[in-house]
């Protein structure tokens, strides 16, 4: 049995969007830039693909950008709204306490430069609210970032909600949805975003490819200097076959979004409600605005990492947090700013599925997941101690 349920730390590649990469790469090798013909050839493939990913952004396609991932498009839209924000003496940046680590971190490089950074709490389930972030704006405010969908918990933010306080206000409105892009349904006009963030990867695109809206009129800052590409404002010679693999993976995604999202809910909630039968657990999340195959759950008296591992030896392959926290001791930043004491929060499982997995899969996984919970708390003095009364049980 190998079963991988990792699918928000990162996808596997499809097979349209392989074929037309290797494709590109056999038949389409010119530079975009160079006025012969395998150059414009290379060039038509390039505006092709950046017309396809606007038009199902709701965008217009001089308003995507090209780039090297989530990461990238996250950095390249904080640093723009905090250099328009400077210019007219503005200083004050609100996010949220739950963003990935491409805000956050980018968020301190900025207060080190003497901006103000605000951090909205979230509630239990992972909530940013409208009226939180419009409480927050101030005068001064030079942006206000927010993240589409949470790639740890999977909470679903009122994003258009946000949009329209955020226009309302004048204020520059960008969100991650990095996790959202080619699983929910985008509209960057009808929901007031000013800049957007998404990664090929995270919708079975190639890895080290993304995309940045930024709408008309908005002056973006460059990251990396040199030539003219993506109109002067991300130099190098553009990475087509990524660039072309990410255009076919959103294509895709997008036009069968409805239906995987149906078959992923169907899954999740199965998952969701077979794991809550183990004794004290919790589901961190949303129930219902929650990405369609996430599943975050924590179990007392257990480290996430032991659970992983004897998962990883029965074949199941799953997170404790995301990514970038598993390998450090720390708890999730997420699970502690929805209220999760310490001690719980160490012990989180994130499963997260795609539409190859399968329901037997997921029964697979319910019968597996309790049998190693309960063998881990055997073993654990803190469960002994929760056991034996001597420590209260938090869930
Ligand atoms: C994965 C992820 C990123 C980073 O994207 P990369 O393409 O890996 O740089 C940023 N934000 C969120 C929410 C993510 O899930």
């Known amino acids: 049995m190998h079963i991988y349920a990792d699918n928000a730390a990162t996808t596997k590649i499809s097979k ?104 909205l709490d979230v509630d239990k389930n992972g909530f940013v609210t409208a009226d939180a972030v419009e409480a927050a704006i101030r005068e001064d405010t030079a942006l206000v970032s927010v993240m589409f969908a949470n790639n740890e918990i999977g909470t679903i933010e009122p994003i258009a909600e946000i949009g329209a306080v955020c226009r309302r206000h004048g204020v520059l409105f960008h969100t991650d949805a990095v996790q959202a892009a080619g699983h929910l349904h985008i509209d960057v006009a009808a929901m007031n975003i000013d800049m957007l963030s998404l990664s090929a990867h995270k919708f079975h695109g190639p890895k080290g490819v993304g995309a940045l809206y930024c709408r008309k009129g908005i002056f973006l800052s460059n990251l990396i200097e040199g030539g003219a590409q993506e109109r002067g404002k991300r130099a190098g010679t553009e990475n087509l076959p990524a660039i072309v693999g990410m255009a076919k993976a959103f294509e895709e995604a997008c036009a069968n979004m409805d239906t995987t999202a149906k078959k992923l809910t169907s899954m999740r909630d199965r998952l969701i409600e077979g794991l809550s039968a183990i004794p004290h657990s919790v589901l961190n999340g949303d129930k219902v605005a929650r990405l369609p195959g996430n599943v975050n759950m924590c179990f007392e008296g257990i480290e996430g990492e032991s659970l992983l591992l004897l998962l990883d030896m029965n074949g199941i392959e799953a997170s404790s947090g995301s990514a970038c926290t598993s390998g450090s001791l720390d708890p999730s930043h997420v699970l502690l700013a929805i209220g999760l004491p310490h001690e719980v929060a160490h012990g989180s499982l994130r499963l997260t599925l795609s539409e190859e997995n399968t329901p037997e899969e997921v029964e697979y996984i319910i019968k597996k997941v309790p049998e190693i919970v309960g063998y881990l708390r055997n073993m654990s003095p803190v469960w002994d101690e929760l056991e034996k009364g001597e420590r209260k049980h938090v869930i």
């Open 16 to 119: 349209a969007a392989r074929d037309a990469m290797i494709e590109c790469m056999d038949s389409c090798y010119g530079n975009p830039s160079s006025l012969h013909s395998d150059g414009q050839l290379a060039a038509e493939k390039l505006v092709a693909a950046r017309e396809s990913m606007a038009k199902l952004l709701g965008a217009n396609p001089n308003e995507i950008y090209f780039t090297s991932g989530g990461s990238e498009s996250d950095n390249q839209a904080l640093i723009t709204g905090a250099n328009l924000g400077a210019k007219k003496g503005k200083k004050h940046i609100i996010s949220t306490k739950i963003e990935h680590h491409a805000v956050l971190h980018t968020l301190n490089k900025l207060k080190k430069q003497g901006f103000e950074i605000e951090l």
